[in-house]
């Protein structure tokens, strides 16, 4: 099974390389976990890498993405989205078949291999109730793999450390999950990840602590909380 | 896919403007109908002898007990419409005819106009996508290729203006036999609002029983994809507000650009 790399160090080597081909991933963190910067730097690595990406923007202004991420880190996005190989599109959010729309357009028109869906968590207003939104999500997810692309998608919880974790219906349908924490460690929060699930491939069980720095995130191997 | 109204039949073509007289129906623009409002139902009555009973997006369970409720009303509409034809039928028989509509890939004549072999070839394929994919991908299936019939249009004739744009898109319409497309002016537009569309007579959907869902994602598409290469900017959207496959009378898109 072909195996995409994340671009981010240390979880690529968590997860034996990458994540399988075509599987969609959900990012699962409280506020401030680096949800939107994860998406941002698959997105931006594969860009360098050669394969086209989307973000989809359901929440922030993608123009404000770009602005918060150019200053943060040392990347160049907008060399990358002046050359056509990032794509941010913003959502009319209360319409899920507008969103679908603009996927399968960068998709099927602009050859996009890489889609981040930032947040999952936004798409429930699109929908009724659960029932409508599970099979909304599973619909979502099983187009997106039909259509040769490797997604990310980002969930908001209401959690930051791992004792608190609650799962809801879309960590059960989708190939693989990330959480993303932020642990209070004496005075200071310390920044923190886990595969919990990646269906296709083995992968390391350990929780690691990540730093985000002016090159983006950093998984550090070498320490195991 | 199923329809759900409740359809009466009359059992032959009939001249609508001999029931204008009757002053409780409606004739709607540009379709060959005549509507009336009964009990929160839309009675509706075709040139190819159908009597329709519905209600915007709701499904047959839903509008059934309407009817009972209506019944008696429904019974004297008939014999007025039966005596105003001088049809030799009895109102009696008329109602007997009642069934649910049903509409399957074989199911294409439900309003009998001038239809070409074209339009009952892409209302085949319209209908069997929905039978055989389900709603999800049929309706992908129908944006994808919308999507690139209106981006290849803007590519090949390359209009350099939003005016220009709009009379190559009516153009293409009555090129394609798509329907008549025409603007809608509206009063308080929003500033991402690029244009209002109007369809008569779509090849997609006119006539169509009502099916609870909007049936014309292809011509959405287009108008979406048509917008997005011509403006060079993905963020668009189209929406469909009004289609035959929702009750109403002829079809209706807002294409809108979000924020770059």
Redesign the interface.
Known sequence: MKKIPLGIPGLDEMLGGGVPENHSILVCGGPGTGKTSFGMQYLYKGALMGEKGAFISLEQ???RIVEDVQNAFSWNVEEEIEKGNL?M????RY?F??M???V???V???KVKRVVIDTITMLRLFFRDDYEFRKGLF?LLD?LSSINVTTIATVEKPYSVREEAVFGLEEFIADGVIMLYNMPKKNQRIRALEVLKMRGTDHSKSIYPFQIASDGLNVLLEEVL | MKAEAFTYDLGTRIDLSKLEKLNYFRRTDNSDALVTDLKGLTLMVLSNGRIRLFEHERDFEQIRDKMLTASIEIYSIIEDIIKTLGLKVSAKQIISSGRREELGTDDLALFERKQNLSTHVLRSLLFASYDLAGDFQAERISTQAGEQIGRKAVKIKKPQSKEELIRLLKKLFDDLGLGKLSTVEREKGSVTLEAVFRVDDCALCSGVAPVNKKLCNLTRALLRGAFAEFKHMESITANETKCWGMGDTYCEFEVYSLAK
């Open positions: 202004k993608s123009k794509l599109l913003d959502v009319d319409n078949q507008n679908i729309d603009l399968q357009s960068s099927m028109h602009h619909n187009f």
